[in-house]
């Protein structure tokens, strides 16, 4: 009797030209594998585009806030969770460290020197004092609360500069841990999404004109797309102030990280001759003097001053950043992890509070003096 079910010089269940007598598991071997980061990288695409949704839906909520809060939820959602922990880590991590960068680049054409000359000295003054004034008290305040790590350095770049991406850039030269990273971005994120809702409830009652409001939000509020949920309640006059003096903090992100990787260096080399004073060891990893991402921003922002780039160009620019940050977003959000942060939630959160509140006053009492 004949036997049917696989064709002649095959075995059954094995593709045809596959020499009799073959392992089933070497034939597995043969197949084309899906690298890993693909799958965490389309779950972040995943993320993005719900986050897309939610934005379209409800646009008083920005997308890049939309992206983090949906990072933490898959992060903690039981059907998801495992893949979140699991095949899917090396891609959602690739996420939150290569797309920020590019993000960060991208950023830069949002910037033009005109623009920030166009404020005036005095205003640029009072930015620098905002942001050094954040900067200082907060990571002073975070490490005598003794918070873990890097979090009172990554806080205070979040509060001062840009948020979210101000952050993953110090992470990018400090190596920072991703959990570090990602309860700093959490943080950042939920106090300048409350800032949405508080800071126009407050422009009568101190007394703000519209362009000065614009003014305080640009100079207070940590992400651009939280500026301009924000500033918008005011009208066009405090929308056009408030962006341009949060692309002056934004400006002042290069040479904060540059100065930071200084510090870093000078550190690795102090490290590295401590060692070779007692062992002999090879050449240490010295972190580079100015990160490539901060160069390519600030190529961007110079290419951004010549005028060359065309509106169509910086609006596909600026959807392209607003994407890639959101997938950055997304993949550190879901780094998150709530039980553990139950040691040091507390004094995260007051940390978060005393900077918000460092940063409105300093940036209010700013604004009046400047205007």
Not at 272 to 300: I, K, N, S
Request: one cysteine or more; charged letters at 10%; a positive charge.
């Amino acid at each position: 009797m004949a036997v049917t079910g696989a064709p002649a010089g095959t075995s059954a269940g094995k593709p045809a030209g596959t020499p009799v007598g073959t392992p089933a598991g070497t034939i597995a071997a043969h197949r084309p594998r899906i690298p890993a980061p693909a799958y965490g990288l389309g779950l972040a695409a995943c993320g993005v585009v719900a986050a897309w949704s939610v934005h379209r839906a409800v646009p008083a909520v920005p997308l890049l806030t939309a992206a983090v809060v949906l990072g933490i939820g898959a992060a903690h959602l039981p059907g998801a969770r495992g893949l979140v922990r699991g095949r899917c880590r090396a891609g959602l991590s690739l996420a939150g460290k290569r797309l920020m960068r590019l993000g960060i680049v991208l950023l830069g054409l949002k910037l033009s020197l005109n623009d920030v000359l166009g404020l005036g000295w005095a205003t640029v003054a009072m930015v620098f004092c905002v942001v050094a004034a954040t900067f200082s008290g907060t990571w002073w305040l975070g490490r005598r609360m003794g918070l873990r790590g890097d979090q009172p350095l990554l806080i205070a770049t979040g509060y001062s500069i840009c948020g979210a991406s101000a952050i993953g850039a110090v992470g990018e030269v400090s190596e920072s841990d991703e959990q570090d990273v990602a309860t700093s971005v959490a943080l950042v994120t939920l106090c300048g999404t409350l800032a949405i809702a508080v800071l126009p409830l407050l422009q009568q009652p101190l007394g703000l004109a519209d362009a000065q409001f614009g003014r305080w939000v640009g100079a207070s509020v940590h992400d651009v797309g939280q500026v301009v949920a924000a500033a918008q309640t005011a009208g066009p006059a405090a929308l056009k102030e408030a962006v341009l003096v949060k692309l002056m903090r934004v400006a002042l992100l290069a040479p904060l990280v540059a100065a930071l990787a200084v510090s870093f260096r000078a550190r690795a080399r102090a490290r590295a001759r401590a060692r070779a004073e007692t062992r002999p060891t090879a050449g240490a990893r010295r972190p580079p003097l100015v990160p490539l991402f901060v160069a390519g921003f600030l190529a961007m922002v110079v290419l951004r001053s010549t005028g060359l780039p065309s509106a169509a160009a910086l609006d596909a620019a600026a959807t392209g950043q607003e994407l890639l940050l959101a997938a950055a977003l997304f993949g550190l959000g879901s780094a998150v992890h709530l039980p553990s942060l139950t040691r040091t939630g507390p004094r995260v959160a007051a940390l978060g509070l005393c900077a918000w509140a460092v940063i409105a006053t300093v940036s209010y009492a700013g604004v009046l003096l400047t205007t």
